[in-house]
């Protein structure tokens, strides 16, 4: 354990596994609206990091995306399923890191469900669109930072240290599993 957390008085660790990590996944994922896709490349070593929202998150803890089939992502994707996603729900707690694995299909059903107007802009022939694809981010594991009791009493926790000279903060970070 770092020196910053020893100091602390409270227990500020707890992993998160089966319906509870999917409650916290489901919960930080709503807050940050949209995250980080990142997938590896074979061009450098390094991995290409994108803007995307999800379209649903179902009761497992899936993500749901539609992407264009000729898209980056997807040839990343082809080439390697392992993808990592990182969300950020406010500019001090909210914060979600998750690993999974991307499936990738053309499922008529899962486009119907997924589809909204707006994607129109991206898929200019509609959901019949033939670049649609359906991407499944399946989680398996992550970790978490995100507040007790949230942004007042995290602040409040933070001043009464700053003026006692002690660590106090309302934070909460560990594992996650679906």
């Known amino acids: 354990m770092d020196s910053i957390n020893k100091n602390q008085p409270e227990d500020n660790f707890k992993n998160l596994a089966g319906q509870e990590g999917i409650d916290k996944i489901k919960e930080l994922a709503k807050q940050a609206g949209s995250c980080f ?54 500019e001090y707690s909210d914060f979600l890191t998750l690993y999974g694995k991307v499936t990738i299909t053309k499922d008529k059903d899962s486009i119907d469900k ?7 802009t991206w898929f200019t022939e509609g959901k019949e669109d033939p670049r649609i694809t359906v991407l499944k981010f399946s989680p398996v594991k992550g970790y978490y930072w995100d507040t007790k009791h949230g942004m007042a009493v995290a602040l409040v926790k933070r001043v009464i240290g700053a003026v006692k000279g002690e660590t106090y903060d309302d934070s909460i970070e560990g594992t996650i599993k679906p």
Do not use: Y
């Not at 539609?66 to 729900?89: M, T, Y």
């Not at 997924?114 to 129109?120: Q, V």
């Open 37 to 90: 896709f990142c997938t590896k490349n074979d061009k450098e070593g390094l991995f290409t990091t994108r803007p995307m929202s999800a379209d649903h998150i179902d009761d497992d803890g899936n993500f749901w995306f539609l992407s264009a089939e000729d898209s980056e992502k997807n040839a990343d994707i082809n080439k390697d399923p392992h993808v990592q996603l990182l969300l950020q729900g406010s």
């Open 114 to 120: 997924l589809w909204n107007p707006l994607l129109k």
